[in-house]
C-alpha cells in the first residue's frame, strides 16, 4: 500500500519528549470521538488497530510510548485486551453511542472519564489517524501484520514457545516504526 507523508509545518515541539502516557481508555475514546466526528464506522477490530499504528507513530517520533497498558498478540494483529471486552458485544458491527469506561473504585460501577490528551499529543493522533481513516478493518489488520513486525515476531513465538497473554514488547513497537518510511515528518 501507498505510504502518505503527512507534513508537519506547524505543530508540537518533537525535541522535547512527551510528559505521560496516556491509559488506552483515554486514547480509545479519543479515536471513536474523531471517528463520530468524520462520521466512518469504526469496529472494535478496526479501532485496535487504530489504536497500535497511533502508538507505534507517536512512539517513533517522541521515543516514549503514547499507550502505558501493553499489546498483545492475537490472531487478528495487535489487541489491547481491555478495549476488546468494552466493546465486544458489538461483535463486526460500528462502535456507536458508547466509550470505554472505567470502574469506579468506590461504588464498583462503570464511569465514564472524558479524555485529556495533550494539544499536541492529539494533532499527531489525528495526524496518524487521517492516514489510515479511508482503510477498511481487512486493510488496517493486513498492515498490522507486516513480515518481521511485532505482531509477527510474537506469534511465531508462539509456535514454539508458551508465551502467556503474548505481549507485544514496546522495544518491538518502537524498531518497527523506526524502520518504516516516515508518515509523518517534522519540518
Request: net charge negative.
Amino acid at each position: 500500500m501507498e505510504r502518505l507523508a503527512i507534513r508537519l509545518a506547524k505543530g508540537p515541539d518533537f525535541g522535547q519528549a512527551p510528559l505521560v502516557m496516556y491509559d488506552v481508555r483515554d486514547i480509545a475514546n479519543f479515536i471513536l470521538d474523531y471517528a463520530e466526528e468524520k462520521r466512518f464506522p469504526l469496529t472494535n477490530l478496526a479501532l485496535q488497530k487504530l489504536l497500535y499504528f497511533a502508538h507505534g507513530w507517536f512512539y517513533s517520533l517522541y521515543e516514549q510510548p503514547l499507550i502505558k497498558n501493553k499489546f498483545e498478540a492475537w490472531q487478528h494483529g495487535p489487541v489491547q485486551r481491555v478495549i476488546y471486552n468494552q466493546f465486544k458485544s458489538c461483535k463486526s458491527a460500528p462502535i456507536r453511542g458508547v466509550r470505554a469506561t472505567y470502574i469506579d473504585p468506590a461504588s464498583g460501577e462503570p464511569v465514564y472519564r472524558a479524555h485529556e490528551i495533550e494539544p499536541d499529543h492529539a494533532f499527531v493522533i489525528r495526524s496518524v489517524l487521517s492516514k489510515y481513516e479511508d482503510y477498511s478493518a481487512g486493510q488496517l489488520v493486513d498492515e498490522s501484520h507486516a513480515e518481521d513486525g511485532p505482531w509477527e515476531y510474537v506469534w511465531k513465538q508462539a509456535e514454539d514457545v508458551v508465551y502467556p497473554g503474548m505481549k507485544v514488547p514496546d522495544a518491538l513497537i518502537l524498531d518497527h516504526f523506526k524502520r518504516l518510511t516516515p508518515i509523518l515528518t517534522i519540518h
